[in-house]
Each structure stands twice: as C-alpha cells, then as structure tokens.
C-alpha cells in the first residue's frame, strides 16, 4: 500500500471525499439542486486532478520547445555578432569612433535577445496558469451556487411552522441541509488549493486564497444559521 505523503495535499483523498459527499446527500436528499450541486462539485474535483496531470505534462512539453528556441535564439544572435565582429575587423577600422555603430548594434541585439529569452522562459508558466484559472473559476461560481442553495433555508422562517420555506423539509431535515452546504463549501476550497499544489504562480495563488477566503465567509454564515436552529429545536 503506497504511503501518502503528509507535504502536499494529495488530489486522491479530496476525490474519494467529494464522490462520498456526493453519496450521502444523494441519498438524504434525491432529486433536489443540492444533490446535482454534489455531483458537479464531484465530477470538478476530478477535473481538477485530472487537469493538474495533464497541465504537468503539457508544462514540461512546452518548457522544453521554450527553452530549445532560447538556445536557438542566443546561438543566433551570437552568431550574428560574430560575423559583425569579424566584418569589423576586416574593415579595420581607423579610429574608435568607428566602433560606435557595432557596440550600438551589439547593445540593441542583447536587448532584443534579453527581451525574446524573458517572454519564451514565462511561457509555460503562462500555460499553466491560463489552464488552471479556468478551473479556479468554475470552483468559484459553484461556492456561489453552493451559497445560493443555503440562502433561502433560514432558521426564522421555522420558528412557527416546522417546516422550510419551500413547505417540504422539517428543521432537522434542514439542519442536515445546512451541514451539507458547509461541506460542499469547504471541499471547494479543497479544490482550489489542489491547483495550488501545481504552481507557484502569483495569480493562482492569490485567486486560490481569495476562493478559500470565499467560503469560509459563507460557512461561517451557515454554521451561525446552524447555531440558530439547533437553538429553536432545542428550546421548549
């Protein structure tokens, strides 16, 4: 049995807790939008792994062509200044002001050359960040799916009539409702912080720290209507 590494967050646990998640809401509450919220927080989440995979593989293909048209590109411009140099010579100049037009020549080229090096070495990380955004993206418009879900069970609307505002579910029933919406929000942040596992980009990081700071403001909302709720039950 292959021993889980404790440094990294590994995508197989969060998949294996998302697809049981997914089960037990399923089976509480068939056929409702928080069921098909858990079966594409599910499905996202293996996506999300399955994309870091391919992102990895895609990113070392492109890191290899970035760096065999730098190699391409200095030997280029050596060779270049090589034969400048050498026409230079031939030419045998009379004075030093005749070198002006060479080093001003040389300087724009090592500029160039700097420029072209910079943008081919930040390609693949552009790949990988343009690959994992769109995944951040999706995670994020399903934690306000999520938090969509969770507005309309509100402990006062049960405080008469036990029952929910759409006439179906009983207080304990969404209480449970409830629960689930803080563990579909925190396995999205899960989510998230796979991709971050896979960069060390600024952009990723900061949009996988602003998706973890997203849901852990709505469950903090959730759990205060939890709170309320259990109050009211409890409360002859």
Same mark, same amino acid.
């Given at each position: 049995?292959?021993?889980?590494?404790?440094?990294?967050?590994?995508?197989?646990?969060?998949?294996?807790?998302?697809?049981?998640?997914?089960?037990?809401?399923?089976?509480?509450?068939?056929?409702?939008?928080?069921?098909?919220?858990?079966?594409?927080?599910?499905?996202?989440?293996?996506?999300?792994?399955?994309?870091?995979?391919?992102?990895?593989?895609?990113?070392?293909?492109?890191?290899?062509?970035?760096?065999?048209?730098?190699?391409?590109?200095?030997?280029?411009?050596?060779?270049?200044?090589?034969?400048?140099?050498?026409?230079?010579?031939?030419?045998?100049?009379?004075?030093?002001?005749?070198? @002006?037009? *060479?080093?001003?020549? #040389?300087?724009?080229?090592?500029?160039?050359?700097?420029?072209?090096? &910079? %943008? /081919?070495?930040? +390609?693949?990380?552009?790949?990988?960040?343009?690959?994992?955004?769109?995944?951040?993206?999706?995670?994020?418009?399903?934690?306000?799916?999520?938090?969509?879900?969770?507005?309309?069970?509100?402990?006062?609307?049960?405080?008469?009539?036990?029952?929910?505002?759409?006439?179906?579910?009983?207080?304990?029933?969404?209480?449970?409702?409830?629960?689930?919406?803080?563990?579909? @929000?925190? *396995?999205?942040?899960? #989510?998230?912080?796979?991709?971050?596992?896979?960069?060390?980009?600024? &952009? %990723? /990081?900061?949009? +996988?720290?602003?998706?973890?700071?997203?849901?852990?403001?709505?469950?903090?909302?959730?759990?205060?209507?939890?709170?309320?709720?259990?109050?009211?039950?409890?409360?002859?």
């Amino acid at each position: 049995m292959p021993v889980r590494t404790l440094e990294k967050l590994e995508p197989a646990p969060v998949i294996e807790t998302a697809r049981r998640l997914r089960d037990r809401v399923g089976a509480r509450f068939p056929g409702r939008g928080i069921q098909r919220v858990a079966q594409e927080l599910a499905s996202l989440t293996e996506q999300v792994a399955d994309t870091s995979a391919d992102t990895r593989r895609r990113s070392r293909l492109v890191r290899a062509g970035s760096r065999g048209l730098i190699a391409v590109v200095v030997l280029v411009a050596l060779v270049a200044f090589g034969f400048a140099v050498e026409a230079a010579f031939t030419e045998a100049p009379d004075n030093g002001l005749d070198w @002006l037009p *060479l080093i001003e020549s #040389a300087v724009n080229d090592l500029v160039f050359v700097a420029i072209a090096v &910079v %943008v /081919l070495h930040s +390609v693949p990380e552009r790949v990988q960040r343009t690959d994992l955004l769109a995944k951040l993206h999706r995670l994020r418009s399903l934690a306000h799916i999520i938090d969509m879900h969770q507005l309309t069970k509100e402990p006062e609307s049960l405080r008469d009539a036990f029952e929910d505002a759409d006439g179906d579910l009983t207080p304990e029933q969404v209480e449970y409702y409830l629960e689930y919406c803080t563990e579909l @929000l925190s *396995l999205v942040a899960k #989510a998230a912080a796979l991709c971050a596992e896979e960069s060390q980009d600024d &952009v %990723v /990081l900061n949009t +996988v720290s602003t998706i973890e700071t997203l849901t852990m403001g709505m469950s903090r909302k959730v759990w205060q209507k939890i709170t309320v709720l259990s109050e009211q039950r409890t409360t002859p």
